[in-house]
């Protein structure tokens, strides 16, 4: 079982969500995160002032899966987060993680029965 953190542009979430609903990946957590990297902020006007923006708004998608399904995961949040064909920067990162245990709360079930 894998972790999959995804951090991605807030205007590409319904992609990324229509992309993994193509590869039967149905479950997921959304959180509004704020953020810093190559994009280094931004300039922006308020009441007639310019002031610098360091923190940069993006999405970050929490997703569990089965080792089977980590690849097509992987390649649909791609797919549904890159900016054309090329990719842009700030386009997003993905990070995979080793997942010990899942327990289902309700049931009791445990691994990947509980994902």
């Known amino acids: 079982m894998k972790y999959i953190i995804a951090i991605v542009?807030?205007?590409?979430l319904e992609a990324v969500k229509e992309a993994l609903s193509k590869v039967e990946v149905f479950r997921?957590?959304?959180?509004?995160?704020?953020?810093?990297?190559?994009?280094?902020?931004?300039?922006?006007?308020?009441r007639g002032h310019e002031y610098q923006v360091n923190l940069v708004r993006k999405v970050k998608?929490?997703?569990?899966?089965?080792?089977?399904?980590?690849?097509p995961t992987i390649e649909a949040i791609i797919r549904?987060?890159?900016?054309?064909p090329e990719g842009k920067i700030g386009d997003?990162?993905?990070?995979?993680?080793?997942l010990e245990d899942v327990?289902?709360?309700r049931t009791g079930?445990?691994?990947?029965?509980?994902?």
């Open 9 to 12: 542009q807030p205007s590409r």
């Open 80 to 84: 549904g987060a890159r900016s054309g």
């Open 28 to 46: 997921l957590t959304v959180g509004d995160v704020q953020g810093l990297g190559r994009q280094k902020g931004h300039t922006e006007i308020y």
């Open 92 to 98: 997003g990162k993905i990070f995979i993680l080793p």
């Open 103 to 105: 327990i289902r709360i």
């Open 61 to 71: 998608l929490e997703i569990a899966v089965n080792d089977d399904f980590v690849d």
């Open 109 to 115: 079930e445990r691994g990947g029965e509980a994902i």
